[in-house]
Nanobody, 123 residues
Framework: QVQLSESGGGSVQAGDSLTLSCAAS???????MGWFRQAPGKDREFVAA????????GYADSVKGRFIITRDNTKTTTFLQMNSLKPEDTAVYYC?????????????????WGQGIQLTVSS
């Protein structure tokens, strides 16, 4: 069993940077980790993923080059560094864990979800 807890959200201005953190309780070192987001009135969408080893990452086209996903297996924490934020990045961001590869996370093969955290980007 893995429990995920996000932190670091809030309200920022366009162009700002912010880092989200996802703390995992339980053994998550064998899981690939990911971030998804859901804007009002829209479906939840994939944002980024990282393999259990940390050597492989994947990103949605909309965030590629602006967001960076990393993980620290010692501290069982996954990070999403978000740069050059845009108003369209406004959403609830969810941390996710899956016993799969990065492509599996992208496809939505998720075993555990966090409760979500709000990010609001103002223009």
């Amino acid at each position: 069993q893995v429990q995920l807890s996000e932190s670091g959200g809030g309200s920022v201005q366009a162009g700002d940077s912010l880092t989200l953190s996802c703390a995992a309780s339980g053994r998550n070192s064998m899981y690939s980790m990911g971030w998804f987001r859901q804007a009002p009135g829209k479906d939840r969408e994939f944002v980024a993923a990282i393999s259990s080893s940390g050597r492989t990452t994947g990103y949605a086209d909309s965030v590629k080059g602006r967001f960076i996903i990393t993980r620290d297996n010692t501290k069982t924490t996954t990070f999403l560094q978000m740069n050059s934020l845009k108003p369209e990045d406004t959403a609830v961001y969810y941390c996710a864990a899956g016993h799969t590869v990065v492509a599996g996370i992208r496809a939505g093969n998720i075993d555990y979800w966090g409760q979500g955290i709000q990010l609001t980007v103002s223009s």
